[in-house]
């Protein structure tokens, strides 16, 4: 059984900063893909920024420059530093595990979602 648990969410002034973790434990191999995705009111989810596992970082153009992906393999723990902060950075985050980069996965797991709220 493959768990993620979040924290960090909360709520911050616009130009404020945040810091979400996620832990992974359970049936899991030393290193996996992991990455961060968000879903505001009435929009679809989409990728926030993700960390392969080679270690290369990927970025959606809307966070760049503002926001780190980080990973500590012996913990399975991912954080996103989140600087700058927008009110169109609000939604829920949610973390996402998988056993590697691409298709056939042995396992794709999702956290439970942590909410960000950015005040304007």
């Known amino acids: 059984q493959v768990q993620l648990v979040e924290s960090g969410g909360g709520l911050v002034q616009a130009g404020g900063s945040l810091r979400l973790s996620c832990t992974a434990s359970?049936?899991?191999?030393?290193?996996?893909?992991m990455g961060w995705y968000r879903q505001a009111p009435g929009n679809q989810r989409e990728l926030v920024a993700q960390v392969a596992i080679s270690g290369r970082t990927t970025y959606a153009d809307s966070v760049k420059g503002r926001f780190t992906i980080s990973r500590d393999n012996a913990k399975n723990t991912v954080y996103l530093q989140m600087n700058s902060l927008k009110a169109e950075d609000t939604g829920v985050y949610y973390c996402?595990?998988?056993?590697?980069?691409?298709?056939?996965?042995?396992?794709?797991?999702w956290g439970q979602g942590t909410q960000v709220t950015v005040s304007s």
């Open positions: 996402r595990l998988r056993s590697s980069d691409v298709e056939p996965y042995d396992y794709d797991r």
């Open positions: 359970g049936s899991i191999f030393p290193l996996n893909a």
